[in-house]
C-alpha cells in the first residue's frame, strides 16, 4: 500500500477491538520467576495471595499457561467509552525532524484520568465488585493511578482508599480534587493512619515518601479491613495483561494497513505500558515468527533496568509485600525529590525482567532535562502536551529517527505515548524557569541500597 494512503490517525471499529487479553507468560519458555511469601521464602500460593488480592486477579497473576484470557462483556463496554484509542503517525515530528523514518505513537490519554492505567483500573475494580467486596485500596505516585482507580470505582460503586506519594500530593493538588470528586480518599504518604507509616516517619523524619512506603500502608489497610483488598496499577502479571489491550489494538491497526515496526518503544516505570504494548509483537518475537528491537526508556534517577541488579527483593519499603525477583534499586531506594515525573519505582515487572535477562529486549536511560526537551519539542509540533513519563519514550524515539537521518534508513519507529501532562505542570514549570536540574545516583548510593537485598537461596 502506498504510503499516502496512511492516514494521520488510525482508529479501529469498536468491533475490531480485542475480546481477548493476551497473556506472554504462555509463550516463554523461561518462565518469570514467582512471588515469594517473604516470610518463607517459598512461592505464594493463591491462597495467600487471596486475603491481598481479589481471587480473579489472583488466578491470572498465578497464570503462565493459558494465552488468551476473555475480556469480560461489562469491562469491554467501558473500554467502548474511550477505546479503541487512535494510533497517530507523526507525519509533522517525521518531517520536522527530517527523518527518512515512519514514526508512529499509540495514545493513551484521551480519558479523564489521562492516561492508560484507567484500562486495568476498570478490570480490577469489576472482579472485586464481582467478588462482593466494599472497596480497595492502593497507592499512588504522580497521580495517575489512583485517579483511573477512582473513576473506575465510581463506575462500580465500590470505596476507594488511595495513599498518595507526599512530594505528590502537595505538588499536585488537583490531581488530588480530581480523585475526590470520583468519590476516593486521599491521604499523604507516609502517614500516622497506618503502623508501617509511623514507623517509617519515626526512622525518616521529613521524608517525602516513595511508591514503596504509600504500597506498604495501602496493603496494611487492606487486610486489616474486612471487605477491602488491595490493588496495584503496575508492576504485577495481572496489569500486563490488561494493558496487552493496547499492543493487541496497536498490531490490529498496523496490519489493517500492513505495517511492520523495526522498532517498539516504551518507558518504563514498573514496566505495564511498556508490557502492553509489546505483548503482541513480543509473542510473534518468542514464537520466532518475526523481530522487533524493543527499547524500554527508564529515568536517569531511577535506572532499575540499566543500573540495578536482578534479584528477589520487597515490592515496598516496609518489607511486608511478597517478594518478586526483578530488577531492582533495592526496596530503601528513594529517588532524589528533585525527580518530577513519575517512574519511581524501584523494581520492575518481573515478566519484563526476565525477558530483558534473555536478551529479547534492550533498556535506555534520560536525564530528566533532556526528557522535557523531547516534551517541549513534541508538544509544539505534534500537537499533544505529553506526560513527562511519556515523554522518556518520546525521547527515544526522537533519538531513533535522527539516527535514521544519519543512516538513511527508512526504520518503522512505533512508541507508546502514555498519557498527557496538564497535572505535571509543576514540573513543566521547573524547565521554564531554567530550574530544572538532573539528578543522576551514585555507585555508591546504589550499592548501599542493593546490599539490603534480602538473601533468598
Ligand atoms: C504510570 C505511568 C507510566 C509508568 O508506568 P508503567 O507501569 O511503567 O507503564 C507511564 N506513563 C504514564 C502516563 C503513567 O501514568
Known amino acids: ?64 499457561t493459558t494465552a488468551y484470557i476473555k475480556i469480560p462483556d461489562e469491562i469491554r463496554n467501558f473500554y467502548k467509552m474511550y477505546r479503541p484509542s487512535p494510533l497517530v503517525r507523526a507525519y509533522c515530528l517525521e518531517q520536522k525532524l527530517g527523518t527518512p523514518a515512519k514514526i508512529y505513537y499509540k495514545f493513551e490519554g484521551n480519558n479523564t484520568s489521562g492516561s ?16 462482593g467486596l466494599k472497596g480497595v485500596t492502593t497507592e499512588t505516585g504522580a497521580g495517575q493511578w489512583g485517579t483511573a482507580l477512582s473513576m473506575a470505582c465510581a463506575y462500580f460503586d465500590l470505596d476507594c482508599k488511595v495513599y498518595m506519594v507526599k512530594v505528590s500530593y502537595e505538588q499536585k ?30 526512622e525518616h523524619p521529613g521524608t517525602t515518601g516513595s511508591l514503596g512506603c504509600a504500597i506498604s500502608e495501602a496493603v496494611e489497610v487492606a487486610v486489616k479491613n474486612p471487605g477491602y483488598r488491595y490493588v496495584l496499577g ?10 496487552s489491550v493496547i499492543g493487541l489494538e496497536t498490531k490490529a491497526a498496523m496490519d489493517k494497513y500492513g505495517i511492520k515496526p523495526d522498532v517498539i518503544i516504551g518507558c ?6 511498556l508490557g502492553g504494548l509489546i505483548a503482541p509483537f513480543m509473542g510473534e518475537k518468542l514464537r520466532g515468527e518475526a523481530d522487533y528491537r524493543i527499547i524500554a526508556v527508564e529515568p536517569a534517577s531511577c535506572p532499575s533496568f540499566t543500573r540495578g541488579t536482578y534479584a528477589y527483593d520487597f515490592c515496598d519499603t516496609g518489607m511486608i509485600c511478597p517478594l518478586a525477583k526483578m530488577y531492582t534499586l533495592g ?21 519484563l525482567s526476565q525477558l530483558y535477562h534473555d536478551g529479547y529486549m534492550e533498556a535506555v536511560s534520560a536525564e530528566q532535562t533532556s526528557v522535557f526537551e523531547a516534551a517541549e519539542k513534541f508538544a509544539r509540533i505534534e500537537g499533544i502536551l505529553p506526560a513527562p513519563e511519556s515523554s522518556h519514550a518520546i525521547k527515544a524515539a526522537i533519538d531513533e529517527a535522527l ?19 496538564y497535572f505535571d505542570l509543576v514540573a513543566y514549570q521547573k524547565f521554564n524557569d531554567g530550574e530544572m536540574s538532573d539528578y543522576i545516583p551514585s555507585d555508591e548510593e546504589i550499592a548501599a541500597a542493593v546490599a539490603k537485598l534480602p538473601k533468598v537461596e
Not at 492505567?117 to 472485586?128: D, F, M, P, T
Not at 493538588?173 to 514507623?199: C, I, N, W
Not at 518504563?268 to 505500558?273: K, L, R, V
Not at 532524589?336 to 515487572?349: E, K, T
Open 1 to 64: 500500500m502506498s504510503e499516502k494512503a496512511i492516514p494521520y490517525k488510525i482508529y479501529l471499529e469498536e468491533s475490531e477491538m480485542p475480546t481477548s487479553w493476551y497473556n506472554m507468560r504462555a509463550d516463554m519458555k523461561v518462565k518469570p520467576a514467582p512471588l515469594l511469601n517473604p516470610g518463607t521464602h517459598k512461592p505464594l500460593t493463591a491462597e495467600e495471595m487471596s486475603g491481598i488480592f481479589c481471587e480473579e486477579l489472583v488466578a491470572q497473576e498465578l497464570d503462565d
Open 116 to 131: 492508560h492505567k484507567l484500562n486495568s483500573a476498570i478490570a480490577q475494580a469489576y472482579y472485586a465488585k464481582k467478588q
Open 173 to 202: 493538588p488537583f490531581r488530588r480534587e480530581v480523585m475526590r470528586t470520583y468519590g476516593a480518599s486521599v491521604t499523604p504518604s507516609p502517614s500516622e493512619t497506618t503502623d508501617v507509616g509511623k514507623k517509617i516517619l519515626a
Open 234 to 243: 503496575s508492576v504485577l502479571n495481572q496489569v500486563l495483561l490488561h494493558q
Open 268 to 273: 518504563a516505570g514498573g514496566g505495564s505500558n
Open 331 to 351: 526496596s530503601g531506594f528513594i529517588p532524589s525529590a528533585n525527580h518530577a515525573g513519575g517512574l519511581r519505582f524501584h523494581g520492575m515487572s518481573t515478566t
Open 403 to 421: 539516527k535514521c537521518k544519519e543512516t538513511g534508513e527508512e526504520k518503522t519507529i512505533l512508541f507508546g505515548l502514555t498519557g498527557t501532562g
